[in-house]
């Protein structure tokens, strides 16, 4: 069974900076797709980040390209996002996502099976 869990989620003001993590458990790390999405209330559910964990691949969503980054942490077994000059529009409650998959995988296209409780971000203006 595929575990993942959030953290990091917390109220800064704009410009600040976050990290969140997500510690996965139940799938091969190793080779899977490891995702960020967010959702504010009253919008859509939005994808943010991507990263193929076999090939450290990543990919961003326009509105947080330049801003945000991901890394990998293989030992970990854990994704972290970590997002810069924050504005008001980031308020989402964050989630991480995730599939086991082959190496080359899109993995922005994927339907992700596997979902985390979320973790809340607040930015203030």
């Known amino acids: 069974q595929v575990q993942l869990v959030e953290s990091g989620g917390a109220s800064v003001q704009a410009g600040g900076s976050l990290r969140l993590s997500c510690a996965a458990s139940?799938?091969?790390?190793?080779?899977?797709?490891m995702a960020w999405f967010r959702q504010a209330p009253g919008r859509e559910r939005e994808g943010v980040a991507y990263?193929?964990?076999?090939?450290?691949?990543?990919s961003f969503a326009d509105s947080v390209k330049d801003r945000f980054t991901v890394s990998q942490d293989n030992a970990k077994n854990t994704v972290y996002l970590y997002m810069n000059s924050l504005k008001p529009e980031d308020t989402a409650m964050y989630y991480c996502?995730?599939?086991?998959?082959?190496?080359?995988?899109?993995?922005?296209?994927?339907?992700?099976?596997?979902w985390g409780q979320g973790t809340q971000v607040t930015v203030s203006s």
């Open positions: 139940g799938l091969t790390f190793s080779s899977a797709c």
């Open positions: 996502a995730a599939n086991d998959v082959l190496p080359f995988v899109n993995c922005q296209a994927l339907q992700y099976n596997n």
């Open positions: 990263v193929n964990t076999r090939r450290s691949v990543a």
